[in-house]
């Protein structure tokens, strides 16, 4: 399906959406909580996406299932019962594809994230003001491919620091296009390094201890947040 758009010279686009459960933090170990995103993107032509609320799983999806083409949706497997993710849905609701959402806005430090570390990143910003007067800025991209550039690049302009979160591996991970392109178009407002929190590059533990040292959490995201606003 992603190449046989550009074969046919788009006469041969389908509507296709594929739902994948993904993400750890629940014990599923190496074959159940693994993040693949970083695999999905390197595909021409896919539309990837995901979302950290319920009001952007619906209106995402609602998009999908409406577009040509085909779209890979993303759904963290802990946030199907999460209270932090819960959201009134409106009528009909849609959530356009290629649009972040800054879920809390700041001066000293932009964090680029989406799905399961969107709620680790606010509860880090959320303490980071509490405890250091910082303000962050929290954005979370929902859409992967097609990505909002414009919405990073402006809050970097303005913070001049940033940080990238996802609960994939560090190395090889889709935070790895997000650093780079902030570092190779953004270079002249940064005022720090463009630094990444993300999982240890191995499978996924079924023992909570492993799971807990392989994963980010609110604390491994805190830390980096912290030392780059210091910096």
């Given amino acids: 399906c992603t190449h046989e758009y550009w074969r046919s010279n788009g006469k041969f686009a389908p509507n296709i959406t594929l739902r994948l ?3 750890g933090y629940i014990g599923g170990g190496l074959y159940h909580s693994q993040n693949i995103e970083g695999a999905l993107t ?18 995402l999806l609602r998009t999908s299932m409406r577009s040509k083409g085909f779209t890979l949706f993303l759904e963290p497997k802990a946030l ?3 209270v932090e993710a819960a959201a009134v849905v409106p009528e009909d609701f849609e959530v356009p594809f290629g649009k972040a959402r800054i879920r809390r806005e700041g001066t000293d430090l932009s964090i680029i994230t989406y799905g399961n570390t969107t709620h680790f990143c606010l509860h880090a910003a959320e303490r980071l003001e509490k405890e250091g007067g910082w303000k ?8 992967l491919i097609p990505l909002d550039k414009e919405t990073i690049f402006e809050s970097v302009k303005k913070t001049s620091k940033a940080l990238v979160v996802h609960e994939d591996k560090v190395f090889s991970g889709f935070g790895a ?3 780079a392109m902030i570092g190779g ?14 999982s240890t590059f191995t499978p996924v ?17 805190y830390e980096a947040a912290k030392n780059l606003l210091e910096y």
């Fill in 21 to 23: 459960a993904s993400g």
């Fill in 42 to 59: 390197t595909l021409p032509g896919a539309r990837i996406v995901c979302p950290s609320f319920a009001d952007d799983a619906a209106g």
């Fill in 80 to 82: 199907y019962n999460s």
């Fill in 136 to 143: 962050v800025e929290v954005i979370d991209i929902r859409s």
């Fill in 177 to 179: 296009e997000l650093a």
């Fill in 185 to 198: 178009e953004m270079f002249r407002y940064l005022d720090g390094p463009v630094e990444r929190v993300g």
């Fill in 205 to 221: 533990g079924f023992n909570p201890i492993l799971e807990k040292e392989i994963l980010p959490d609110e604390a491994k995201i």
